[in-house]
């Protein structure tokens, strides 16, 4: 059974930095990609950056770029996402999700396995 965790959200102050990590288990494709998201209440999720497994491919939402790093570590099937900078904007619910075997970018339609998200509140 596959098993997606998202943990590191929190509450920080504006300007402050965040490391999100997404643990991926019971997955048996050998090539897939992470990605990350983030939603507002009411909201459609956004997409924010993607990871492909097999050669570290990435892509980010143009919105994203510049604050936002991805990174992965194979070896222990995890997959961070560094937030620098953060802003009141940046609060969300944050997800991760993991595509069906096939490499994928940032349509949350490309992405099959999702985490229950973790709640990142920047405070002004």
């Known amino acids: 059974e596959v098993h997606v965790a998202e943990s590191g959200g929190g509450l920080v102050q504006t300007g402050g930095s965040l490391r999100l990590s997404c643990i991926v288990s019971g997955f048996t494709f050998e090539d897939y990609s992470v990605g990350w998201f983030r ?29 936002f790093t991805i990174s992965s570590d194979n070896a222990r099937n995890v997959v961070y996402l560094y937030m620098n900078n953060l802003r009141p904007e940046d609060t969300a619910l944050y997800y991760c999700a993991i595509s069906d075997g096939r490499p994928a970018r940032l349509g949350t339609y490309e992405y099959r396995y999702w985490g229950q998200g973790t709640q990142v509140t920047v405070t002004s």
């Open 39 to 67: 939603q507002y209440p009411g909201k459609a999720r956004q997409a924010i950056s993607s990871i492909k497994r097999s050669d570290g491919t990435t892509h980010y939402a143009d919105s994203m770029k510049g604050r």
